[in-house]
T-cell receptor, first 109, second 116 residues
Framework: GQNIDQPTEMTATEGAIVQINCTYQ??????LFWYQQHAGEAPTFLSY??LDGLEEKGRFSSFLSRSKGYSYLLLKELQMKDSASYLC??????????WGAGTKLIIKP | DGGITQSPKYLFRKEGQNVTLSCEQN?????MYWYRQDPGQGLRLIYY???????QKGDIAEGYSVSREKKESFPLTVTSAQKNPTAFYLC???????????????FGQGTRLTVV
């Protein structure tokens, strides 16, 4: 079967750095997305990785290791508005998105 | 402004009734998707369409139906056959198949359906 695993919830302090991990086992791989979702709202695109390595975009970075079936999202200089759920999704061999359950990130002052 | 619009934001339905959720996009996207989101679970694909007048079942299509008569519109009907319809429903669209040429999916704001 296809499986995406991410921690259910994480807590971090404003101004700090947090790393959210995602491991996957899918039938084929055509890229990995990270989305941010505030409660009751639409997911919004953060990053896309298809090759191994680190992609940096402002305070957010995303890393991929295809051989390990592993990705992480790194958030720096945390702000209160970063409190949200972070969704990991893998594109499988049929170009369908397989979604993790999401990681709820709580930021404390 | 280009975007994808879902309506209504909140919807209440009595048991045994069919209800239709609207999804409209003006992004000129070919592909459209319907997902269901439940607490503690990942998004699950209900139906998707890659071209007008054609659509395919996703992982949890039972109790749902769709149509794609226009490129801009992809309504979802939750029928009385759906045993547990209370959930958050998300519509999405993409220009190509997601993942091709870095194509991402764009989401509507969602409809929260509650059966009373």
């Amino acid at each position: 079967g296809q499986n995406i695993d991410q921690p259910t919830e994480m807590t971090a302090t404003e101004g700090a750095i947090v790393q959210i991990n995602c491991t996957y086992q899918t039938s084929g791989f055509n890229g990995l997305f990270w989305y941010q979702q505030h409660a009751g709202e639409a997911p919004t695109f953060l990053s896309y990785n298809v090759l191994d390595g680190l992609e940096e975009k402002g305070r957010f970075s995303s890393f991929l290791s295809r051989s390990k079936g592993y990705s992480y999202l790194l958030l720096k200089e945390l702000q209160m508005k970063d409190s949200a759920s972070y969704l990991c999704a893998v594109v499988d061999s049929n170009y369908q998105l397989i979604w993790g359950a999401g990681t709820k990130l709580i930021i404390k002052p | 402004d280009g975007g994808i619009t879902q309506s209504p934001k909140y919807l209440f339905r009595k048991e045994g009734q069919n209800v239709t959720l609207s999804c409209e996009q003006n992004l000129n996207h070919d592909a459209m998707y319907w997902y269901r989101q439940d607490p503690g679970q990942g998004l699950r694909l209900i139906y998707y369409s890659q071209i007008v007048n054609d659509f395919q079942k996703g992982d949890i299509a039972e109790g749902y139906s769709v149509s794609r008569e226009k490129k801009e519109s992809f309504p979802l009907t939750v029928t009385s056959a759906q045993k547990n319809p209370t959930a958050f429903y998300l519509c999405a669209s993409s220009s190509l198949e997601v993942g091709q040429l870095n194509t991402e999916a764009f989401f509507g704001q969602g409809t929260r359906l509650t059966v009373v």
